[in-house]
């Protein structure tokens, strides 16, 4: 159970493994991932981690993240047996949380065995434990939205219509996907879902 689930306080110090929160004249040093690293102020300046609370034996440990949802996917990843904290850092560190879950949800291994210091057979073990528990809707949407939240709308709205007219997941993100690649700027749903129809 997490025993500390935020730290907002002064950014004390930083580099891009860790950082040095003061709260209230209390320095705690948290780990981060690279994706925490890109989004932290100045040092100096007001900052709030969402924390991971680890209480082992011999130590306890904090590791701080930018959002909400970087903490869920790294607590998820760590899940996995054989996948300790380092490595969930690393996964986090070279993919955003919309990529991962999207190669997750899609069975892609090779993604995240591109990821420095992540193995075939680690990858392999993510996938297949954490396939079941990402929406693969969801993280389509996740992934475009890290880069259009407009876009994001639509394709989860066009998906989700495809969704209810009987069309599996797998054949409804396939269908938008191919629509949106070959059309970027189609901005309504009901255009996306007509072609994605006639299609």
Known sequence: MNMIVHLQGTLAEKDISRVVVDCGGVGYEAAIPLSTFDRLPSEGADVKLFIHHEVREDAQLLF???????????????????????LALAVLSGLTVGDLQLAISQGDAKRLAAVKGI?????????????????????????????????SRVLLDAMLALNALGFSEDAARAKVQKVLAENPDLADVESVVKKALAG
């Open 64 to 86: 701080g993240f930018a959002t909400r949802a970087e903490r869920d996917v790294f607590e998820l990843i760590t899940s996995v047996s054989g996948v300790g904290p380092k």
């Open 119 to 151: 193995g075939k057979k680690t990858a392999e073990r993510i996938v297949v434990d954490l396939r079941g528990k990402i929406n693969p809707i969801e993280a389509l949407a996740n992934a475009t939205a890290e880069t259009s939240k407009e876009q």
